[in-house]
C-alpha cells in the first residue's frame, strides 16, 4: 500500500501483486512511499520516486514551409522521442512524399540520434496549399507537430544537376574593340578603371572594318590602302575609314606591342590579364611576311592569341572576294601559310556569314560556299551577330524578335545550321555580338543587357564555341554600341585638330583638353556579372527552368517562350555560379534546386535590374 504521498495521476497500485499500472495523464514527479506486509505481519518501507515524461512531440521542422513543386531536406527535432533508424517514419499529410515513398503515406527518414532526423521530401505540384501535421512513428511510439508542415503556391524553380557537366572555353566572353575609331589611350588610368571590373576574356584588335587600311607595323592607317579601297567599298565604310585615320593619328597611333604609341595593345592585355583576338589585314596588307612578322611579336610579348581572324567580314566585299572560294583562296596565301609557318599551333580563322548581319545577301550561298572549298585548312571559324537590320523597328516588336532568337536563334541555331555546315570540333569564334544596327537607341536599353548576357551564356553551354564577344567595348558618342560610355568623346575637338594640322598628335590621357569622364551603360553592367561567372569557371552544368512567366515572339512558331532564362557553371576555383535572366516586366520569385534537392545554404547575389525595359544611363543619370 501506499502509505506517503501519492501515486501520479492515473496511476494505481494492485496490493495483492504490487503492480503499478495505468497510463499517466500529466508530466509530474511524485514521491511516495510503498508498505509490504508478509505472511507473518512484517512490514517493510521504501520510498520512490516516479517522473513522468511528457509525451514524444515534434519540436520543431526546418524548414516547415516549401513551395509545392519542390523537393528539399527538413530536419525534425524531436522530445522525448525514440527515434530508431530502419524503424522510424515519418508522413508529412497529403501531396508530400517522404523518403521516396507515395505521396500522404508515411516513408522511411534518416535518423541521427533519438531526438534527431532527416527527411527528403518531395511535394507534389498540384499539392494543395495549406498547413498539414506532421507525424513521426517509431513503433508504437507517435509523435506528431499539427500544422508544423505548409505548404506554399507553386513558384518558378530552377534545377542544376552537377554530376555532369560540359567543358567551357577558357577566357570565352571578351569584348569586340574598335581602337581605330575612338581617342581613348589603352593606358588612360580612367579607362583602365572602367574596363577592369568588366573581367574581360578577351579584346580584338585593332578594330572591325577600319582594319581593312590598317599597317600593323606603322601602327597606323595606310593613305595609300585607304585609296586603294576606295573604288571598291561603299561610302559608309569609306567614311568609317577616313575617321579611324585621323583618329588614330591624333591619338598617337594602335601600337600592337610597343613602338611609338602613347600605350599598345600587348600592354593593355596584359594589365586585363586578357588574351586576344586579332583581325588581320589581307585587303592590303601585302608587305612580305607582314602577317609572320606579327605572330613573332605576338609570341615574344607573351600574348596568348586565340584566334587569328583573316580579312574582316568579306562576305560585304564582293569586289575584294566575288566567291567564297576567292575569299579562301586569297587567305590561305600568303596569310595562313605565313602565320602557320611561324607558329603552327596558332589559330587560324576564316569568315563564315550565317544569318544574324546587318548586311544584305545570300548568307547560304556564302557560308555553302566556304564548307565546299576543300582543303579546309583552317583552324577556327568567325561569325557576327546583329540580327535586327530593320532600324525604324519599334522597341516592342524588337524585343519581342530578340526573344525568339534567344530561345530558337543561339543554340537550336548552332546545332541545325552551324554543325551541319563546319562540323562539331571546328572551333568558332562569335568576335562581334550585339542586338542590331549602332545607330538604334535600343542598344542603350536595359533590354539589350538581357540579350546580349543570355545569347553569350546560351552559346557558352557548347564547347566548340571558344569565344564570344560583345561589341562594342567602348564607342563614340555617335554610335549606341559602346558599352562604356564617355560624357564628352572629344571627338570633334580631335578632328578639329587634324584637319588644321595633319600630323597632329596627342596623349588624350593627359592633355587637359581630352580629359574623359566615363560611365557603364547597361550591357556594360550585364557583361561585368556574366564574365565574373564564365571566365572564372571551367564548365557548365544542365540548368532547367521549370514554370514562371512567358514573353512573346515574333517569328518561328509564334507561341509565347519562358521568360526566365538560367545557366550554371562549375567555378575553376571553388566558387560557383548561376546566370538569371527574366525578360518579363515583372519580379520572379524562384526556388533553386541543386541535385534535386532545394538549395537552402547562403548565396551571393550581383544583378542588374529595373522596372523599364527601356532604362538606360546617361551622362547625367546613372
Known amino acids: 500500500s501506499v502509505t506517503t504521498g501519492t501515486l501520479p495521476a492515473s496511476l494505481a497500485l494492485t496490493p495483492a501483486s504490487g503492480l503499478i499500472s495505468g497510463q499517466p495523464t500529466t508530466a509530474a514527479t511524485s514521491n511516495f512511499t510503498i508498505q509490504l506486509k508478509d505472511s507473518n505481519q512484517v512490514t517493510a518501507s521504501v520510498p520512490f520516486t516516479l517522473t513522468i515524461n511528457p509525451a514524444a512531440s515534434i519540436q520543431t521542422l526546418s524548414p516547415n514551409s516549401s513551395n509545392a513543386g519542390l523537393s528539399l531536406q527538413v530536419s525534425i527535432t524531436g522530445s522525448y522521442t525514440h527515434f530508431a533508424q530502419g524503424t522510424t517514419v515519418a508522413s508529412f499529410g497529403p501531396g508530400i512524399a517522404v523518403g521516396g515513398g507515395a505521396a500522404g503515406q508515411p516513408g522511411p527518414v534518416t535518423v541521427i540520434s533519438p531526438t534527431s532526423a532527416t527527411a527528403?521530401?518531395?511535394?507534389?505540384?498540384?499539392?494543395?496549399?495549406?498547413?498539414?501535421?506532421?507525424?513521426?512513428?517509431?513503433?508504437?511510439?507517435?509523435?506528431?507537430?499539427?500544422?508544423?508542415?505548409?505548404?506554399q503556391a507553386a513558384i518558378p524553380y530552377i534545377t542544376?544537376?552537377?554530376?555532369?557537366?560540359?567543358?567551357?572555353?577558357?577566357?570565352?566572353?571578351?569584348?569586340?574593340?574598335?581602337?581605330?575609331?575612338?581617342?581613348?589611350?589603352?593606358?588612360?588610368?580612367?579607362?583602365?578603371?572602367m574596363v577592369l571590373p568588366l573581367k574581360a576574356g578577351w579584346i580584338?584588335?585593332?578594330?572591325?572594318?577600319?582594319?581593312?587600311?590598317?599597317?600593323?607595323?606603322?601602327?597606323?592607317?595606310?593613305?595609300?590602302?585607304?585609296?586603294?579601297?576606295?573604288?571598291?567599298?561603299?561610302?559608309?565604310?569609306?567614311?568609317?575609314i577616313i575617321n579611324a585615320n585621323a583618329i588614330t593619328q591624333a591619338k598617337g597611333g594602335a601600337c600592337f606591342q610597343g613602338g611609338s604609341c602613347v600605350s599598345d595593345y600587348a600592354t593593355f592585355l596584359h594589365d586585363l590579364g586578357a588574351a586576344g583576338i586579332v583581325a588581320f589585314n589581307g585587303y592590303t596588307d601585302f608587305i612580305p611576311k607582314s602577317a609572320?612578322?606579327?605572330?613573332?611579336?605576338?609570341?615574344?610579348?607573351?600574348?596568348?592569341?586565340?584566334?587569328?581572324?583573316?580579312?574582316?567580314?568579306?562576305?560585304?566585299?564582293?569586289?575584294?572576294?566575288?566567291?567564297?572560294?576567292?575569299?579562301?583562296?586569297?587567305?590561305?596565301?600568303?596569310?595562313?601559310?605565313?602565320?602557320?609557318?611561324?607558329?603552327?599551333s596558332a589559330a587560324v580563322g576564316v569568315f563564315f556569314e550565317g544569318p544574324y548581319v546587318q548586311e544584305l545577301g545570300n548568307y547560304t550561298q556564302w557560308d555553302s560556299g566556304m564548307a565546299a572549298y576543300s582543303p579546309q585548312y583552317w583552324q577556327?571559324?568567325?561569325?557576327?551577330?546583329?540580327?535586327?537590320?530593320?532600324?525604324?523597328?519599334?522597341?516592342?516588336?524588337?524585343?519581342?524578335?530578340?526573344?525568339?532568337?534567344?530561345?530558337?536563334?543561339?543554340?537550336?541555331?548552332?546545332?541545325?545550321?552551324?554543325?551541319?555546315?563546319?562540323?562539331?570540333?571546328?572551333?568558332?569564334?562569335?568576335?562581334?555580338?550585339?542586338?542590331?544596327?549602332?545607330?538604334?537607341?535600343?542598344?542603350?536599353?536595359?533590354?539589350?543587357?538581357?540579350?546580349?548576357?543570355?545569347?553569350t551564356a546560351r552559346m557558352s553551354v557548347i564547347p566548340q564555341v571558344r569565344a564570344i564577344g560583345i561589341s562594342t567595348l567602348y564607342f563614340g558618342n555617335s554610335a549606341t554600341h559602346g558599352l562604356i560610355r564617355a560624357v564628352n568623346d572629344y571627338e570633334t575637338y580631335l578632328l578639329e585638330q587634324i584637319q588644321a594640322n595633319p600630323n597632329y598628335s596627342t596623349d588624350t590621357s593627359t592633355n587637359p583638353n581630352t580629359q574623359f569622364?566615363?560611365?557603364?551603360?547597361?550591357?556594360?553592367?550585364?557583361?561585368?556579372?556574366?564574365?565574373?561567372?564564365?571566365?572564372?569557371?571551367?564548365?557548365?552544368?544542365?540548368?532547367?527552368?521549370?514554370?514562371?512567366?512567358?514573353?512573346?515572339?515574333?517569328?518561328?512558331?509564334?507561341?509565347p517562350v519562358p521568360a526566365v532564362f538560367a545557366q550554371g557553371y562549375q567555378g575553376a576555383n571553388g566558387t560557383h555560379y548561376l546566370l538569371i535572366t527574366n525578360k518579363s516586366g515583372s519580379s520572379v520569385p524562384l526556388a533553386l534546386e541543386v541535385n534535386g534537392e532545394l538549395l537552402q545554404s547562403t548565396v551571393t547575389v550581383s544583378y542588374?535590374?529595373?522596372?523599364?525595359?527601356?532604362?538606360?544611363?546617361?551622362?547625367?543619370?546613372?
Not at 130 to 151: D, H, K, R, Y
Not at 303 to 327: C, H, K, Q, R, V
Not at 525 to 534: E, F, P, Q, S
Request: charged residues 10%.
Open 160 to 193: 542544376v544537376t552537377t554530376t555532369s557537366s560540359n567543358p567551357l572555353a577558357p577566357a570565352l566572353s571578351g569584348f569586340q574593340d574598335e581602337y581605330l575609331l575612338h581617342g581613348v589611350e589603352y593606358w588612360d588610368p580612367k579607362y583602365l578603371a
Open 120 to 151: 527528403q521530401i518531395a511535394i507534389s505540384a498540384s499539392a494543395a496549399t495549406g498547413s498539414q501535421t506532421v507525424t513521426v512513428t517509431t513503433g508504437s511510439e507517435q509523435a506528431s507537430l499539427p500544422n508544423g508542415f505548409t505548404i
Open 204 to 240: 580584338r584588335f585593332p578594330a572591325g572594318t577600319a582594319s581593312m587600311a590598317f599597317d600593323w607595323q606603322t601602327a597606323h592607317l595606310n593613305e595609300g590602302w585607304i585609296n586603294e579601297l576606295r573604288p571598291h567599298i561603299s561610302s559608309y565604310f569609306y567614311t568609317g
Open 292 to 344: 609572320a612578322s606579327m605572330v613573332v611579336t605576338a609570341d615574344a610579348a607573351g600574348m596568348s592569341i586565340l584566334e587569328w581572324e583573316i580579312d574582316n567580314e568579306p562576305y560585304d566585299f564582293g569586289m575584294f572576294f566575288p566567291t567564297p572560294a576567292n575569299y579562301a583562296a586569297a587567305a590561305y596565301s600568303p596569310f595562313y601559310q605565313d602565320i602557320n609557318a611561324t607558329n603552327p
Open 380 to 455: 577556327g571559324v568567325s561569325f557576327h551577330v546583329y540580327p535586327i537590320t530593320n532600324t525604324s523597328i519599334s522597341t516592342s516588336d524588337e524585343e519581342q524578335t530578340l526573344n525568339g532568337i534567344l530561345a530558337y536563334g543561339s543554340t537550336d541555331f548552332f546545332l541545325s545550321y552551324v554543325q551541319p555546315l563546319i562540323g562539331q570540333t571546328m572551333p568558332v569564334f562569335f568576335t562581334e555580338v550585339n542586338s542590331g544596327p549602332s545607330t538604334m537607341p535600343f542598344e542603350q536599353y536595359i533590354y539589350n543587357a538581357i540579350f546580349c548576357a543570355e545569347f
Open 517 to 559: 569622364s566615363f560611365y557603364y551603360s547597361p550591357t556594360a553592367l550585364a557583361m561585368g556579372i556574366v564574365n565574373r561567372a564564365i571566365n572564372n569557371s571551367n564548365a557548365t552544368w544542365p540548368t532547367t527552368v521549370v514554370g514562371g512567366p512567358t514573353v512573346p515572339i515574333l517569328g518561328y512558331d509564334g507561341n
Open 608 to 622: 542588374i535590374s529595373n522596372a523599364s525595359d527601356t532604362a538606360q544611363n546617361t551622362a547625367t543619370a546613372q
